[in-house]
Structure formats: C-alpha cells, structure tokens
C-alpha cells in the first residue's frame, strides 16, 4: 500500500470517528442539569386548537395573491389506498359510502361505475368510520382518524354529520378527545351515537335532535 493511500484511509476513518463521537454527544441528556424533555407529559393536541389552525388555513388560502390559479392533476391515477369502512344504503343498493385511511370518504350512486370525494376540504381526511343512520338514511355520520395504527397513522378531528347525503358536514361538538375514531354505531330508537376509539375507551351522545333535522 502506497503512503498517500494510506493516509487517506487513516483520514477517512478519523472523520467517521468524529461524526460518531459527535452524534453520540448530541443524544446524551444536558450535562450539569436535568434531561431535557424527558418529565414532559405528552399530550394530543385539542380538537379546538386545530380545527383553529384549519380555519386559519382557510383564510390565507382565500387572501393568497395567487387563488385565481388552479392545479391540475394529471397523473398518475391508478394509486391505491388504504380502506377503513364501507356502508351502504339501506334501501338503495347502489348507494355506497367509502371512508379511507388518508383520502377523505368517496360516494357513489352507480354501484361503483364512479366515485366522487365528498370530505376532500375538510380539516381531516384521515378517516376511521363511515355510518347511515338507519331509521334516517339521509343522514351520514362520519369518525375521523384513521383505526390501523401504523407509522403513518394520523389522528382525526372528532365526529362529523351530515344531513344532507355527504354534501355538507358539520363537527359534532363537545369533550370527545382528539384520537382515532373506530366505529360508530346509532340506535335506530333511541337515537344514541357510540363512537369506539383507540386507547380513549367508548363514547355515547344523544343525537335524537340532530337526527330530526
């Protein structure tokens, strides 16, 4: 082995030796003091506070400078998804409401010939439930955040109705934490929602009045 050649390895395995020195002294608690972070409570964020973060959302994309213009998706469109639920209309079988994982819920009228998306500019697209009131099939109820805990797992924004077919929604207020929304279920009596969660255990609201709308 040449000298020159030499040295460079010698270089070379000296500058990994310093990253590794360096990566390790960052991972290393504050010294002097107490870990940082490491008694800090972890917390969900509230349901309030982002729902006002959508809102602000909202308003700069209606003040941006460039709102007039409008992309236009070419492609490609063959991309599959995740699906959380599926129901379908009671008395009309070729009405079918799709929840996805990170893609809003989709609505067909044909049996499946074509979808529309009908949550896309909603403050969550992640989904975990989609449900027909039986004893009121106009109305749609709809539990965000998706229930197949992985990595890429987002948590929702509460529980959304609508009493319109899925053209509009409206979030079901209340102390419902933010979490993943499993399933959603309403008596077709009593006018009870249940919503089953992850890790935030079981819910139930009268939604009785809502449902008389």
Same mark, same amino acid.
């Given at each position: 082995m040449s000298k020159s050649l030499f040295v460079a390895k010698i !270089?070379?395995?000296?500058?990994?030796?310093?990253?590794? /020195?360096? @990566? &390790? *002294?960052?991972?290393? +608690?504050? &010294?002097g003091g107490p870990a940082q972070d490491q008694d800090k409570l972890i917390q969900s964020t509230a349901p309030e506070l982002r729902l006002k973060w959508f809102e602000r959302h909202l308003a700069m994309k209606e003040s941006s400078v460039d709102?007039? *213009?409008?992309?236009? *998706?070419?492609?490609?469109d063959n991309i599959s998804?995740?699906?959380?639920?599926?129901?379908?209309? +009671?008395?009309?079988?070729?009405? /079918?409401? !799709? !929840?996805s994982a990170?893609?809003?819920? #989709?609505?067909?009228?044909?049996?499946? $010939?074509?979808?529309?998306?009908? *949550?896309?500019? !909603? +403050?969550?697209?992640?989904?975990?439930?989609?449900? /027909?009131?039986p004893s009121h099939p106009g109305i749609v109820w709809l539990g965000t955040g998706e +229930?197949?805990? &992985?990595?890429s797992s987002q948590a929702g924004t509460g529980v959304y109705i609508s009493t319109d077919r899925?053209? $509009? #929604?409206?979030? &079901?207020?209340?102390?419902?934490? $933010? $979490?993943? @929304?499993h399933d959603l279920v309403v008596h077709p009596r009593d006018g009870i929602l249940v919503a089953a969660t992850h890790g935030r255990g079981m819910w139930t609201i009268?939604?009785?009045?809502?449902?008389?709308?």
């Amino acid at each position: 082995m040449s000298k020159s050649l030499f040295v460079a390895k010698i !270089a070379s395995s000296l500058r990994k030796f310093i990253c590794f /020195i360096g @990566v &390790l *002294f960052l991972s290393l +608690p504050s &010294l002097g003091g107490p870990a940082q972070d490491q008694d800090k409570l972890i917390q969900s964020t509230a349901p309030e506070l982002r729902l006002k973060w959508f809102e602000r959302h909202l308003a700069m994309k209606e003040s941006s400078v460039d709102k007039a *213009f409008d992309w236009e *998706f070419i492609g490609p469109d063959n991309i599959s998804g995740r699906l959380t639920d599926v129901d379908v209309h +009671p008395r009309h079988k070729h009405v /079918i409401y !799709a !929840a996805s994982a990170s893609g809003g819920v #989709w609505k067909t009228v044909n049996a499946g $010939t074509t979808w529309i998306p009908i *949550f896309e500019n !909603a +403050p969550s697209t992640s989904m975990g439930d989609v449900t /027909i009131a039986p004893s009121h099939p106009g109305i749609v109820w709809l539990g965000t955040g998706e +229930p197949n805990i &992985l990595r890429s797992s987002q948590a929702g924004t509460g529980v959304y109705i609508s009493t319109d077919r899925g053209r $509009t #929604w409206s979030v &079901l207020g209340g102390n419902l934490p $933010t $979490t993943y @929304v499993h399933d959603l279920v309403v008596h077709p009596r009593d006018g009870i929602l249940v919503a089953a969660t992850h890790g935030r255990g079981m819910w139930t609201i009268d939604v009785k009045s809502l449902q008389k709308q």
